[in-house]
């Protein structure tokens, strides 16, 4: 049976679903919805660094006295290239959660080996493409599967998309196509989730302090082949990208967003 259009988000027992959920830009917006109310279920392959963000985001959320006492910070352990193991995240978020998942951000994402391309063997680029791509689609159709009126009707898709999905780096022929492909999934996405009120949005980051972008400080290469510091920004701007999105009510919507570090090499101007 299908369920009628409900309000968003919902006054209380909002559920997210952050994949890529242990460190960096997933963590930190695991945060920043934690401590506007929602319950949050962080996703990754690795079970101590889950268990890590779980335990840092509680003590977190109890430390500045945010969140509230009744929502909860769940864990999934799951690959998100494996179909079985999508669907059973979303199960996990219904069922340890409010019955609905309300918003996914679609964050799990990989940048492969930074070679040229004559030396890229098919299994790194078919890696990148699984992880970026095909991962995000998985989800995607999950959250569809789930917001179409079948669990819920309506709902938020976030998808992290990059700088990337404008403008490549060197030696990034892989990251650079599955970004660009992101533009186009979420393009579709949006156009599809009209008739069910899933609202779509692509939040395009520069540069955010995290792993992937740790040796920037030291030197990135650039497109004539210097090798240039590039500044970095909090991953907290980011994280609040999505939190405002996410407390927009379905009637509104945001199809893009970059976010990015101001002074960064971009496809804002030439170098």
């Not at 994402?109 to 063997?121: C, D, E, H, T």
């Not at 945001?254 to 101007?269: Q, R």
Request: glycine letters at 8%; hydrophobic letters at 40%.
């Amino acid at each position: 049976m299908t369920q009628p259009p409900r309000q968003y988000p919902p006054s209380e027992n909002k559920t997210a679903i952050v994949t890529g959920g242990s460190q960096g830009i997933g963590r930190a917006t695991a945060l920043c919805l934690a401590r506007a109310g929602w319950n949050v279920v962080i996703s990754a392959r690795n079970g101590d660094k889950l268990a890590e963000a779980q335990r840092y985001i509680t003590a977190q959320l109890a430390s500045t006295a945010t969140g509230t006492a009744k929502n909860k910070i769940e864990t999934f352990q799951g690959d998100m290239t494996v179909e079985k193991d999508v669907e059973a995240m979303f199960d996990v978020a219904r069922q340890r959660c409010s019955g609905a998942v309300d918003l996914i951000f679609i964050n799990a994402g990989m940048s492969g080996p930074n070679v040229p391309l004559q030396q890229l063997s098919l299994a790194d680029w078919t890696s990148v493409v699984n992880v970026n791509l095909t991962g995000a689609w998985l989800c995607a159709r999950e959250a569809f599967r789930h917001m179409d009126g079948t669990h819920a009707m309506g709902g938020r898709i976030v998808l992290n998309g990059s700088i990337s999905a404008h403008a490549p780096r060197p030696n990034s022929s892989a990251y650079t196509a599955t970004k660009h492909a992101i533009s186009g999934l979420t393009k579709s996405l949006a156009l599809d989730g009209r008739k069910y009120n899933i609202a779509v949005t692509q939040l395009d980051i520069g540069n955010a302090v995290s792993a992937m972008t740790e040796g920037m400080g030291a030197g990135a290469m650039q497109a004539d082949g210097s090798v240039r510091a590039e500044p970095r920004m909090d991953v907290e701007h980011a994280a609040r990208q999505v939190v405002h999105v996410a407390e927009m009510p379905l009637e509104a919507n945001v199809l893009n967003i970059t976010v990015m570090a101001t002074n960064m090499p971009s496809h804002v101007a030439r170098g």
